[in-house]
């Protein structure tokens, strides 16, 4: 599980995308959100919409692996397809904030790599949030407040990058996702690999 999580502006949403489209067995994990769609966003493809009630029902009923307030809003992970897509032997990414990590952690610490993405600078963070033109001024307004308690937790994550170069963190993000690809913990099939070199040693040996 690659978990990246950021103020809000600083480009998490288009590094997971663009890691998605590039990646191969990588599953994005969509989530459920109480949230209004912005005009860009596509229903069941970005978020699945869904009214507060629904949402109660789902986290009461243990359908979220993970859910957070964020911004005055509710977002939870559904739990089946990220179940059914580790079973498969898929990486799972989550677009999430620094609650949800510290739920995902609580719950599988040896499974989660994660990521923290902060903006080169204050202005940057909101320049990038009036050129997304996507949030009015007072949601954009409530997000920067919000930034330095979500930057706070940076020291929490496995990795930091700071999304200067939008094409350097994209390669530093696959850069991760490899190597973390290639450690021996996360080799489960590395067993049988050895097994079947060892069992190659033996006939030319003998
Ligand atoms: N390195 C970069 N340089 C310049 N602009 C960038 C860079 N990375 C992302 N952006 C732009 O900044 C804006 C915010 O990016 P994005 O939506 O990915 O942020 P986010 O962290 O996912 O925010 P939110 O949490 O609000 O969804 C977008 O318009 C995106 O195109
Ligand atoms: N804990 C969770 N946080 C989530 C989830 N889905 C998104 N998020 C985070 O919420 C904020 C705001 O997102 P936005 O799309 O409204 O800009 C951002 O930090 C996301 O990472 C989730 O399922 N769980």
Redesign the pocket.
């Known amino acids: 599980m690659l978990v990246v999580s950021?103020?809000?502006?600083?480009?998490?949403?288009?590094?997971?995308?663009n890691l998605i489209e590039t990646e191969t067995h990588i599953t994005l994990s969509v989530s459920v959100t109480t949230r209004t769609r912005r005009p860009s966003e596509i229903d069941g493809v970005h978020y699945h919409f869904i009214p507060r009630r629904r949402f109660d029902i789902m986290r009461d009923s243990g359908e979220l692996l993970e859910w957070a307030e964020?911004?005055g809003n509710c977002y939870g992970t559904p739990r089946e397809p990220v179940e059914q897509a580790l079973a498969a032997g898929r990486d799972v990414l989550f677009?999430i904030?620094w609650q949800g990590t510290r739920q995902l952690y609580e719950a599988m610490r040896d499974d989660v790599v994660s990521v923290f993405?902060l903006?080169?600078s204050a202005a940057?963070l909101k320049?990038?949030?009036e050129?997304?033109?996507?949030?009015s001024h007072d949601i954009i307004n409530r997000?920067l407040k919000n930034a330095a308690e979500e930057i706070a937790h940076w020291p929490e994550y496995d990795y930091v990058l700071i999304?200067?170069?939008?094409?350097?963190?994209f390669a530093r993000l696959r850069s991760i996702l490899t190597a973390e690809r290639l450690k021996r913990v996360h080799r489960d099939d590395m067993e049988r690999f050895v097994g079947g070199l060892l069992d190659g040693l033996k006939q030319i040996t003998t």
Do not use: M, Y
């Not at 950021?6 to 995308?17: D, Q, Y």
């Open positions: 950021s103020p809000s502006g600083a480009g998490k949403t288009t590094l997971t995308r964020v911004h677009d904030d993405v903006p080169p940057e320049a990038r949030l050129r997304r033109a996507e949030d997000r999304n200067r170069d939008l094409g350097k963190s």
